[in-house]
């Protein structure tokens, strides 16, 4: 197969996700093509190939097995992730895997080096990371509009749902941590310096040994910047984050999930002034698909993104530990200690 030919795509698991967003996106990716979806459910695969166009095959194995399928995507639920992950890695195939990646840093660990081994991609699906709106507000960061930075902020809070969700399965991996509280942590790292640590970290869990439905984070680096991050499950929607400086702060409203027409509006307040900028609309998905493939062909970035998805790991690994790992009161109690996040 030819270099600048678009990477053939396979997909394990007929997700939501996938359906409303990311196979959408790569329908519309030059540099990509999707070649087929699989499920253990016939029924499913099916009714992905007929309204994406492509084919369907029942079970994963087989999927892994043919020669037009170079990378895969892998919607599964996150108690999946590091089979299936390790499965298409093996079978000498990139992978793009949802967040979050796995439910330990050896697994992710693991993951990388298998990664590394064979030269292929491991890319956890952050989508928000490839959204320009970071890019500006980084920028405006590095030309001093808020002066030094001192604080971050993140919240990310969506309503109480269907229980039958995935999202509230302890066996599944499910859990606030992990289906919202990831993306404030994983922002925070974007405006961090490289020695972070976890300082302190609380998690509610319902009641009978159910998921954790909420829970804040508190971090620090090594110049004394700290971030704050709050999550939940059931809570009024709220989806930003801000940056607190020396002189000014930058907010970003709809900072994680921004639907692909919505133009993003940063507030920056300086003194007396307050300033709003209004951005183009972009899709951060289709960012996310052409970023993959473009991975793929480039051995060079290979290293970058196996260690940013070992890292993000390490640091949910880091709060949970510092939340006691369970709703019962001596874990709460561990939240007094902190852990260090290395770089």
Same mark, same amino acid.
């Given at each position: 197969?030819?270099?600048?030919?678009?990477?053939?795509?396979?997909?394990?698991?007929?997700?939501?996700?996938?359906?409303?967003?990311?196979?959408?996106?790569?329908?519309?990716?030059?540099?990509?093509?999707?070649?087929?979806?699989?499920?253990?459910?016939?029924?499913?695969?099916?009714?992905?190939?007929?309204?994406?166009?492509?084919?369907?095959?029942?079970?994963?194995?087989?999927?892994?097995?043919? %020669?037009?399928?170079?990378?895969?995507?892998?919607?599964?639920?996150?108690?999946?992730?590091?089979?299936?992950?390790? #499965?298409?890695?093996?079978?000498?195939?990139?992978?793009?895997?949802?967040?979050?990646?796995?439910?330990?840093?050896?697994?992710?660990?693991?993951?990388?080096?298998? #990664?590394?081994?064979?030269?292929?991609?491991?890319?956890?699906?952050?989508?928000?990371?490839?959204?320009?709106?970071?890019?500006?507000?980084?920028?405006?960061?590095?030309?001093?509009?808020?002066?030094?930075?001192?604080?971050?902020?993140?919240?990310?809070?969506?309503?109480?749902?269907?229980?039958?969700?995935?999202?509230?399965?302890?066996?599944? !991996?499910?859990?606030?941590?992990?289906?919202?509280?990831?993306?404030?942590?994983?922002?925070?790292?974007?405006?961090?310096?490289?020695?972070? %640590?976890?300082?302190?970290?609380?998690?509610?869990?319902?009641?009978?040994?159910?998921?954790?439905?909420?829970?804040?984070?508190?971090?620090?680096?090594?110049?004394?910047?700290?971030?704050?991050?709050?999550?939940?499950?059931?809570?009024?929607?709220?989806?930003?984050?801000?940056?607190?400086?020396?002189?000014?702060?930058?907010?970003?409203?709809?900072?994680?999930?921004?639907?692909?027409?919505?133009?993003?509006? &940063?507030?920056?307040?300086?003194?007396?002034?307050?300033?709003?900028?209004?951005?183009?609309?972009?899709? %951060?998905?289709?960012?996310?698909?052409?970023?993959?493939?473009?991975?793929?062909?480039?051995?060079?970035?290979?290293?970058?993104?196996?260690?940013?998805?070992?890292?993000?790991?390490?640091? &949910?690994? !880091?709060?949970?530990?510092?939340?006691?790992?369970?709703?019962?009161?001596?874990?709460?109690?561990?939240?007094?200690?902190?852990?260090?996040?290395?770089?």
């Amino acid at each position: 197969m030819a270099d600048d030919e678009p990477v053939g795509i396979g997909v394990l698991g007929a997700a939501d996700i996938a359906w409303r967003r990311t196979l959408p996106a790569l329908l519309r990716c030059p540099t990509a093509r999707l070649v087929a979806v699989a499920s253990r459910t016939p029924g499913k695969a099916r009714a992905f190939a007929e309204h994406f166009g492509c084919e369907a095959e029942t079970g994963y194995e087989r999927l892994l097995e043919r %020669q037009d399928v170079r990378a895969v995507y892998i919607p599964l639920p996150n108690a999946l992730h590091e089979r299936w992950a390790d #499965a298409a890695l093996r079978a000498g195939k990139h992978v793009l895997v949802e967040k979050s990646l796995t439910i330990s840093t050896a697994a992710a660990t693991g993951l990388a080096r298998t #990664a590394r081994e064979r030269g292929l991609v491991l890319m956890e699906n952050f989508a928000f990371l490839h959204h320009p709106q970071h890019t500006r507000v980084r920028e405006l960061v590095a030309a001093g509009a808020i002066g030094t930075p001192r604080v971050f902020s993140a919240s990310f809070g969506i309503p109480r749902a269907d229980p039958g969700l995935i999202r509230y399965s302890r066996e599944l !991996a499910g859990g606030a941590l992990r289906e919202t509280g990831c993306y404030p942590v994983r922002a925070a790292q974007l405006f961090l310096g490289e020695d972070v %640590q976890v300082l302190g970290a609380h998690l509610r869990y319902e009641p009978d040994g159910g998921v954790d439905t909420a829970g804040s984070v508190l971090l620090a680096d090594g110049a004394g910047v700290t971030a704050q991050c709050d999550f939940g499950l059931d809570h009024g929607y709220r989806n930003t984050y801000a940056l607190w400086g020396s002189e000014g702060r930058i907010e970003v409203d709809w900072a994680f999930t921004p639907p692909p027409e919505a133009r993003p509006l &940063l507030r920056l307040y300086r003194a007396e002034r307050r300033e709003e900028l209004v951005l183009p609309a972009a899709d %951060q998905f289709l960012d996310l698909v052409t970023a993959f493939a473009g991975a793929c062909a480039d051995p060079a970035a290979h290293e970058a993104h196996a260690r940013a998805a070992v890292r993000q790991a390490t640091m &949910l690994e !880091a709060v949970v530990a510092l939340a006691g790992g369970s709703g019962d009161e001596e874990g709460r109690r561990a939240g007094a200690r902190s852990a260090r996040v290395p770089a």
